[in-house]
C-alpha cells in the first residue's frame, strides 16, 4: 500500500506527533489552514468515513482523539473545527480517513 499516512503512522515519513493511542494517531498538518491545524487518523486503513462508520469502534474512537487533542491544544474555551472530506468533489486528498481540527483564531467560512 502506498498511502502516506500509513506511512507516517509507521514511522516511515517524520510527522510532528501531538496525540496517540492504540487506534488513532494525530499530528500537524505540513500546510496549516489555521494556527493550529491537527489531522487525526485511525491507525487502521480505511478510505473514509462511509467506511469507518462500519469498522467496529472506529468512530467513537476518532472523536475520543479529536477530543483529546482538542484539549492538548486548548481550544475548549475558544473554539474549533473538525473537518472529514470524502472523494474528490470535496478534495479528499489522502485517501485515508482523517479528520482536520482547526482552531487558534476565528474561522471564515471556508476550511481554515
Known amino acids: 500500500m502506498d498511502c502516506i499516512f500509513c506511512k507516517i503512522i509507521a514511522g516511515e515519513i517524520p510527522s510532528a506527533r501531538v496525540y496517540e493511542d ?3 494517531y494525530a499530528f500537524y498538518d505540513i500546510e496549516p489552514q489555521a ?3 491537527v489531522l487525526v487518523v485511525p491507525k487502521q486503513h480505511v478510505t473514509n468515513v462511509i467506511e469507518g462508520a462500519q469498522a467496529p469502534g472506529m468512530m ?3 472523536a475520543d482523539a479529536v477530543a483529546r487533542v482538542v484539549e492538548l491544544e486548548g481550544l475548549q474555551q475558544s473554539g474549533f473545527r473538525t473537518v472529514m ?3 474528490a468533489d470535496a478534495r479528499q486528498s489522502v485517501q485515508h480517513l482523517h479528520v482536520h ?3 487558534g483564531h476565528p474561522l471564515n467560512l471556508t476550511m481554515g
Open 22 to 24: 492504540e487506534y488513532t
Open 60 to 62: 467513537q474512537h476518532l
Open 85 to 87: 472530506n470524502t472523494g
Open 35 to 37: 494556527p493550529v491545524h
Open 101 to 103: 481540527v482547526l482552531g
